[in-house]
């Protein structure tokens, strides 16, 4: 019983205490998840850019269902051309036909449908990357348009596909060409399986091509599960180094 070796058990508890920070802090991230360094990382298709005053830092993610410039996509009321209010002079991607932004996406043919209207066209983001079971992946969203009917914007995580606008025309004013805004709003989902996992950002035409939407994205990230305090696991080691001591004192 003198043989007791304290430092060694002391160590030990340390250990058992650190490890569970090793392990939370090793989660995998997303590249390129506030989008400061442009486009790096992630695969697009159609009108993708970077833009401003987003809420982490200087860029977010934006992408819209207009055409470039030799397009003719919007008009006034007058009948004089007003648009296309495209952003990366890319054109929106057609959607509802083999081969097109559905496939692109990872999904089937008319998965981009949405309201029981069908997906025209429009513009993807995607990236593939490792996470594991139980990881959250979350990010802002802000859903714009010019449009006085229906589009459709979302992401498919793992070839599962959320709408992110609701049926209802965003109420809130605008910004930069769109007259309407959802604002910024929150998402978050976790895991159930660790290995490679995919997210897609889309945002598509509904029954017309005429009219211009856009989505926002910003804050993209990969986060443990909300980690034990700190502050508590010491408070549990100090309680365990003081049994050991007292446990000590009495061999």
Request: hydrophobic content about 45%; some cysteine.
């Given at each position: 019983m003198k043989n007791?070796?304290?430092?060694?058990?002391?160590?030990?508890?340390?250990?058992?205490?650190?490890?569970?920070?090793?392990?939370?802090?090793?989660?995998?991230?997303?590249?390129?998840?506030?989008?400061?360094?442009?486009?790096?990382?992630?695969?697009?298709?159609?009108?993708?850019?970077?833009?401003?005053?987003?809420?982490?830092?200087?860029?977010?993610?934006?992408?819209?269902?207009?055409?470039p410039s030799n397009e003719s996509d919007e008009f006034n009321a007058a009948g004089a051309l007003i648009g296309p209010f495209n952003e990366s002079g890319v054109a929106a991607v057609l959607a509802g036909q083999p081969g097109g932004l559905e496939t692109l996406g990872g999904t089937t043919v008319g998965a981009f449908d949405a309201f029981s209207l069908f997906a025209t066209e429009g513009a993807l983001a995607r990236q593939t990357f490792s996470a594991q079971a139980g990881t959250i992946l979350s990010f802002t969203w802000n859903f714009g348009t010019r449009e006085t009917a229906?589009?459709?914007?979302?992401?498919?995580?793992?070839?599962?596909?959320?709408?992110?606008?609701?049926?209802?025309?965003?109420?809130a004013p605008g910004a930069?060409?769109?007259?309407?805004?959802?604002?910024?709003?929150?998402?978050?989902?976790s895991?159930?399986?660790?290995?490679?996992?995919?997210?897609?950002?889309?945002?598509?035409?509904?029954?017309?091509?005429?009219?211009?939407?856009?989505?926002?994205?910003d804050q993209v990230q990969i986060s443990a599960v909300p980690e034990v305090d700190v502050r508590i696991m010491l408070l549990a080691g100090l309680g365990s180094l003081a049994l050991l001591m007292k446990r000590r004192n009495r061999l």
């Amino acid at each position: 019983m003198k043989n007791f070796n304290f430092k060694h058990s002391t160590f030990a508890i340390f250990v058992a205490l650190a490890l569970p920070c090793f392990t939370l802090n090793a989660q995998a991230q997303i590249t390129n998840g506030g989008f400061e360094t442009g486009l790096a990382g992630w695969t697009t298709y159609g009108d993708v850019s970077t833009q401003g005053n987003a809420p982490a830092g200087s860029a977010k993610l934006f992408l819209t269902t207009a055409g470039p410039s030799n397009e003719s996509d919007e008009f006034n009321a007058a009948g004089a051309l007003i648009g296309p209010f495209n952003e990366s002079g890319v054109a929106a991607v057609l959607a509802g036909q083999p081969g097109g932004l559905e496939t692109l996406g990872g999904t089937t043919v008319g998965a981009f449908d949405a309201f029981s209207l069908f997906a025209t066209e429009g513009a993807l983001a995607r990236q593939t990357f490792s996470a594991q079971a139980g990881t959250i992946l979350s990010f802002t969203w802000n859903f714009g348009t010019r449009e006085t009917a229906l589009d459709h914007a979302f992401v498919v995580i793992d070839g599962v596909l959320t709408t992110l606008n609701s049926a209802a025309n965003p109420s809130a004013p605008g910004a930069g060409n769109d007259l309407f805004q959802t604002g910024n709003q929150h998402f978050s989902s976790s895991f159930t399986t660790s290995g490679n996992h995919t997210v897609v950002f889309g945002v598509v035409d509904l029954n017309d091509t005429a009219v211009r939407s856009s989505l926002a994205i910003d804050q993209v990230q990969i986060s443990a599960v909300p980690e034990v305090d700190v502050r508590i696991m010491l408070l549990a080691g100090l309680g365990s180094l003081a049994l050991l001591m007292k446990r000590r004192n009495r061999l």
